[in-house]
């Protein structure tokens, strides 16, 4: 049985933005690197802004300055293999919180 779907207005979208934005706000952050997945591409560490993510001896990524971190996402948003996850407060994701 066909199961329907509704649309995400650009309304929709911009709110979520939105409170996505205020949930990491004031927020302390932990950043998740998920090793078996991770292909050791290094497109973190090329983006972070605050080059923060640096490559290991095992070409594996690693966050040297968590307090520097601006919670600008880019890290999670373009990994290739969803190996990196900017976690809002330690062991709990952001899609997990309440709005
Ligand atoms: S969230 Fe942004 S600033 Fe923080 S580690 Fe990821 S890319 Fe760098
Ligand atoms: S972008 Fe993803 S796969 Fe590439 S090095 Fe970073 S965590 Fe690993």
Redesign the pocket.
Known sequence: MATVTRMRTRKDVIDAARAATRTYAGKTVT?QINEAWCKGCAI?VE????S??VMNRRDKPE?TEIDV???????EQLCPDFAIV?LAEPGKPKARESR
């Open positions: 950043i973190c983006f972070c802004p605050k923060i993510i966050v971190c601006t919670k600008c996402m880019k890290c900017v």
